[in-house]
Structures are given as structure tokens and as C-alpha cells.
């Protein structure tokens, strides 16, 4: 069962960030009509998926098509979410999506001051994102803050958790940066293994500290706190989507269609305009060796936490002489052979 899937609306946007995995900026020349997206929003409810992210692109730029599949993803009992870099969200239009029965809206904010941040998102976007931030609240948003970690700014975790709370968020998620899309012109931004150790270290002391929950996608840190709580052989895990989660309990779709397993994989699946989403998940030969966290290789195929983490696959995959199915290099434990 999928538990989530990210829909592009289009990849138009008003901003040029640095780390951008779909290099947003103008529309691709043919993206998802109407028609075909209602039709991806019951291919995604017929898969049983617990939320549709609806992202971009700034799907706020496409008013008409965001309405649309919102008002799909609804009727066919979709949890909702649309991420924004809210720079262009207004008081009117944070009423709207309160009205369409938006069920959160997930800002970009990568620091809780604006020099870290507008770093990677362009002069003067952190006033701007926050006063989007807190016209959504106003409005009655369900609101999260995501936060990209780079080498520059994962030490604002804690500091960004308590501002996101002050401005009215109920969570802060963190994803690290994988330098796909436009950041294969960034990789000085990205973080090191002693960078993600200090990550890590700052996720448990904002969990600690901090008066709203502070979450990441990343496997390992998750991996780790599953195995101090409930320590086992996790052989349960083989059966479960857990861990990294590309192409088993997550994909994406592109503005055009075209299926990917996560945000960072830049390997297509096939695309929804000439297959259905269920063949292209079921029928691929890349998701089934992502399902199978024995035929990992290096570090990650000897370690014990291998069946509840498996590492980052992208980040796996775009380091020089990456593969697929080789350790993550960023991968900062030291655990025995499972």
C-alpha cells in the first residue's frame, strides 16, 4: 500500500531554488490535462493511499488545476496536502484553500532567520513565506513547515522548530538535501557524514526541546530510534513498508506524468499517460529490488538495521561510482552484521 503520493501540478514557479529536484521555473510544454489528472487522482485512491501531496512547480500558480484535483481528492477520500513556497499566498487565498477543505498546507522554510534560507530560495523570500505562513494559520490551515537540511543550516533545526510553532505550525519535517535536479550545481551546500551526525543530533535535541513535533523521512535517524525503543531481529520488517521508502510506500508523479519512486530518484518508472499507476508500481523491476532490502550491498547489506532502514537509495544512487543498491555513504552508525 502506498502511504503517500506527490502529484506535480505543473512545474511552473515563481522562484529558481538552488536545490530544486524538478528544476522548476516554466511549465513543461505538455502537462497533465484536466481530464488526465482526475484520472491519476482515482488511480491513487484505487491503490489505497493514504494522502495525495499536491506539488509543483508552486501549485499556487495553477489556481484552476489545484481546485480541480483537490475537489477529485476529496470525493474519493484522499487526506490532502499541497506544498507551497508560499511567497504568493495571501490572506484571500489562504481562505480559499480553507474553503476547497484543504487538509494541510505544508510551507517551505529552511531556517528560522532569513540569511539561511534565502541562501537557497532567493533575496527576500523568508518574510515573505512566513507572512504566507501565518496568513494560512489565520485562516485555519492545518499548517507544517518542511525544511531542507544542507551543510549551512542544519544546526537551525531547533531554532527554526520553535519559530514554526510561534508562527502558528503544528510540525516541523526535515528532509536532507540530495543533490538531484538544479543542486547537481550545488553540491558545496551539501552535507557530509559528520554533517548528517550533527543532523541527527539536532533532531533529537529539537524532539526534546522543542513544543511541536520534529520529524524526517530520513531512514537511518528513524532506524535508529526504532531500534533503542523496540530492540529485535525485525524480521517482521521484510513484510512492511518501512525505512526508506522510494517506490514501496511513496512515488511521485511528474507534471507530465512521468512516475519516479521518490523526489531524489531520478529514474522513471514509466508514465501515467500510457500505463496505470498500479502496472507501472506493480510491474517494475526497480521497485521490486527497492523492496528487497537483502540484495543491498556494502555497509547497508551487512547491517542489522538493514530491514528497518535500508538507507537513502538517492543518495546511494547520484555520488560518483553510486549504484542503486550500494550503502549510503552518508550513513554515520556503526551497528554489528544482521
Not at 503520493?5 to 511552473?12: D, K
Not at 537483502?294 to 547489506?301: H, I, K, N, S
Given at each position: 500500500m502506498m502511504e503517500r503520493?506527490?502529484?506535480?501540478?505543473?512545474?511552473?514557479c515563481n522562484l529558481r531554488c538552488r536545490h530544486c529536484y524538478v528544476e522548476g521555473g516554466e511549465a513543461l510544454p505538455v502537462e497533465l490535462t484536466l481530464a488526465e489528472l482526475a484520472d491519476v487522482v482515482a488511480q491513487v485512491a484505487g491503490l489505497a493511499a493514504r494522502r495525495l501531496i499536491?506539488?509543483?512547480?508552486?501549485?499556487?500558480?495553477?489556481?484552476?488545476?489545484?481546485?480541480?484535483?483537490?475537489?477529485?481528492?476529496?470525493?474519493?477520500?484522499?487526506?490532502?496536502?499541497?506544498?507551497?513556497n508560499a511567497t504568493t499566498l495571501t490572506e484571500e487565498r489562504a481562505r480559499w484553500l480553507k474553503a476547497l477543505g484543504l487538509d494541510t498546507l505544508q510551507v517551505s522554510l529552511d531556517a528560522d532567520r532569513p540569511a539561511e534560507h534565502e541562501l537557497i530560495r532567493n533575496a527576500g523570500t523568508h518574510a515573505r513565506a512566513v507572512a504566507g505562513l501565518q496568513a494560512a494559520v489565520a485562516a485555519g490551515l492545518s499548517c507544517t513547515v518542511m525544511m531542507v537540511a544542507f551543510r549551512h543550516n542544519w544546526p537551525r533545526v531547533g531554532p527554526l522548530a520553535q519559530a514554526a510553532a510561534a508562527w502558528?505550525?503544528?510540525?516541523?519535517?526535515?528532509?536532507?538535501?540530495?543533490?538531484?535536479?538544479?543542486?547537481?550545481?550545488?553540491?558545496?551546500?551539501?552535507?557530509?557524514?559528520?554533517?548528517?551526525?550533527?543532523?541527527?543530533?539536532?533532531?533529537?535535541?529539537?524532539?526534546?526541546?522543542?513544543?511541536?513535533?520534529?520529524?524526517?523521512?530520513?531512514?537511518?535517524?528513524?532506524?535508529?530510534?526504532?531500534?533503542?525503543?523496540?530492540?529485535?531481529?525485525f524480521g517482521w520488517a521484510r513484510s512492511a513498508a518501512i525505512g526508506c521508502s522510494a517506490g514501496t510506500g511513496s512515488c511521485v508523479i511528474g507534471a507530465d506524468g512521468e512516475?519516479?519512486?521518490?523526489?531524489?530518484?531520478?529514474?522513471?518508472?514509466?508514465?501515467?499517460?500510457?500505463?496505470?499507476?498500479?502496472?507501472?508500481?506493480?510491474?517494475?523491476?526497480?521497485?521490486?529490488?527497492?523492496?528487497?532490502?537483502?540484495?543491498?550491498?556494502?555497509?547497508?547489506?551487512?547491517?542489522?538495521?538493514?530491514?528497518i532502514c535500508g538507507g537513502c537509495r538517492a543518495e546511494a544512487l547520484v555520488r560518483p561510482g553510486g549504484s542503486l543498491l550500494a550503502e549510503d555513504p552518508l550513513c554515520p552508525v556503526a551497528v554489528g552484521p544482521g
Open positions: 503520493v506527490v502529484l506535480a501540478l505543473t512545474n511552473r499536491l506539488s509543483g512547480g508552486e501549485p499556487l500558480l495553477v489556481p484552476e488545476r489545484l481546485e480541480w484535483t483537490l475537489a477529485r481528492a476529496k470525493a474519493a477520500g484522499l487526506r490532502t496536502t499541497v506544498t507551497t502558528g505550525a503544528r510540525l516541523l519535517a526535515v528532509d536532507r538535501f540530495v543533490p538531484v535536479g538544479r543542486g547537481r550545481t550545488s553540491t558545496h551546500l551539501d552535507l557530509d557524514r559528520q554533517d548528517l551526525e550533527g543532523l541527527h543530533r539536532e533532531l533529537t535535541a529539537a524532539n526534546q526541546q522543542a513544543s511541536i513535533p520534529v520529524v524526517t523521512n530520513d531512514p537511518i535517524w528513524n532506524a535508529v530510534r526504532l531500534a533503542e525503543a523496540a530492540p529485535s531481529d512516475v519516479f519512486p521518490c523526489t531524489f530518484l531520478p529514474l522513471s518508472l514509466g508514465n501515467t499517460r500510457t500505463r496505470s499507476l498500479r502496472g507501472i508500481l506493480e510491474g517494475s523491476p526497480l521497485v521490486t529490488a527497492l523492496k528487497d532490502r537483502d540484495r543491498l550491498e556494502g555497509r547497508c547489506g551487512r547491517c542489522r538495521l538493514r530491514l
